[in-house]
T-cell receptor, first 115, second 108 residues
Framework: DAGVIQSPRHEVTEMGQEVTLRCKPI?????LFWYRQTMMRGLELLIY????????DSGMPEDRFSAKMPNASFSTLKIQPSEPRDSAVYFC?????????????FGNGTRLTVT | QKEVEQDPGPLSVPEGAIVSLNCTYS??????FMWYRQYSRKGPELLMY????GNKEDGRFTAQVDKSSKYISLFIRDSQPSDSATYLC????????FGTGTSLTVIP
């Protein structure tokens, strides 16, 4: 079990640039979650998918953020244009959807710095 | 009021001490309770997962849930320097709710 894989681990970009974060969930997990973590606000849910379908995107801050899950083994979170206040650690997590007794499994995150 | 409240610490203890970490919550519908450990520059990893009120033990770790008081705890016995991390509580009903985490340092 390779775990949830995220790339890149670190991203430094200038304000206004497009940023794309990538996630590969654990094989067999059909629920995928994107979180943002900051010191001030802790872990915030941005969006989650069940069977590749977005279920709840109410946590996406604004239209600059978008997420896709084209297949069961890949998801992207895109920020366009990026702003300094987007600087945070972005985590992807997965779990089996049809299990009522399964916690989230997290990747090691992407640390985003927007200058 | 936040759904889940957790004291951010930081908490510093000597090696071998018993550590108590706590969270309170407001939603009586929460059914599943978790503790995650997060090392610096890593993702949260699951430590303990409980469903009912009472205690669950796993090695040096004990998770305690008191649904009547809406209070959960994590106890670490014989704490080790390798336990130094941030501990997050989490609860679930339809979605996950996380505490902001307690930073723990165990001093050798």
């Amino acid at each position: 079990d390779a775990g949830v894989i995220q790339s890149p681990r670190h991203e430094v970009t200038e304000m206004g640039q497009e940023v794309t974060l990538r996630c590969k969930p654990i094989s067999g997990h059909n629920s995928l979650f994107w979180y943002r973590q900051t010191m001030m606000r802790g872990l915030e849910l941005l969006i989650y998918f069940n069977n590749n379908v977005p279920i709840d995107d109410s946590g996406m801050p604004e239209d600059r953020f978008s997420a896709k899950m084209p297949n069961a083994s890949f998801s992207t979170l895109k920020i366009q244009p990026s702003e300094p206040r987007d600087s945070a650690v972005y985590f992807c997590a997965s779990r089996p959807w049809d299990s009522n007794n399964s916690p989230l499994h997290f990747g090691n995150g992407t640390r985003l710095t927007v200058t | 009021q936040k759904e889940v409240e957790q004291d951010p610490g930081p908490l510093s203890v000597p090696e071998g001490a018993i550590v108590s970490l706590n969270c309170t919550y407001s939603n009586s519908a929460f059914q599943y309770f978790m503790w995650y450990r997060q090392y610096s520059r890593k993702g949260p990893e699951l430590l303990m997962y409980t469903y009912s009120s009472g205690n669950k033990e796993d090695g040096r770790f004990t998770a305690q849930v008191d649904k009547s008081s809406k209070y959960i705890s994590l106890f670490i016995r014989d704490s080790q320097p390798s336990d130094s991390a941030t501990y997050l509580c989490a609860m679930e009903v339809n979605q996950f709710y996380f505490g902001t985490g307690t930073s723990l340092t165990v001093i050798p």
